[in-house]
Nanobody, 126 residues
Framework: QVQLVESGGGLVQAGGSLRLSCAASGRTFSGYAMGWFRQAPGKEREFVASISREGGSTYYADSVKGRFTISRDNAKNTVYLQMNSLKLEDTAVYYC???????????????????WGQGTQVTVSS
């Protein structure tokens, strides 16, 4: 079993920044790609960013490209999401997730992930 615990969410003004963290339990963290997803009220969960198991490859949704940065520290079993230039439409619950299979590369489909955190709320105000 893997447990993922997100932190770092909160209330921020438009144009501001937040850094989300996701701490993972278990010794196999470094063997799996990780991803961030988000779900806004009344909307489906959507992909935000993914990072390969060694951290060398990243992939972003078009809506966050150039503003968000995903990174990981395998020594700390932690994945991060640095969010800059936040917009009102970034308001959502943000979830981190662990890839289902120990494969190279990144992945954007939610079906490619098997363990999810409980989520952390990000609210962007005007």
């Amino acid at each position: 079993q893997v447990q993922l615990v997100e932190s770092g969410g909160g209330l921020v003004q438009a144009g501001g920044s937040l850094r989300l963290s996701c701490a993972a339990s278990g010794r196999t963290f470094s063997g799996y790609a990780m991803g961030w997803f988000r779900q806004a009220p009344g909307k489906e969960r959507e992909f935000v960013a993914s990072i390969s198991r060694e951290g060398g490859s990243t992939y972003y949704a078009d809506s966050v490209k150039g503003r968000f940065t995903i990174s990981r520290d395998n020594a700390k079993n932690t994945v991060y999401l640095q969010m800059n230039s936040l917009k009102l439409e970034d308001t959502a619950v943000y979830y981190c997730a662990k890839a289902r299979l120990a494969l190279p590369g990144v992945m954007s489909s939610s079906s490619a992930y098997d363990f999810w955190g409980q989520g952390t709320q990000v609210t962007v105000s005007s």
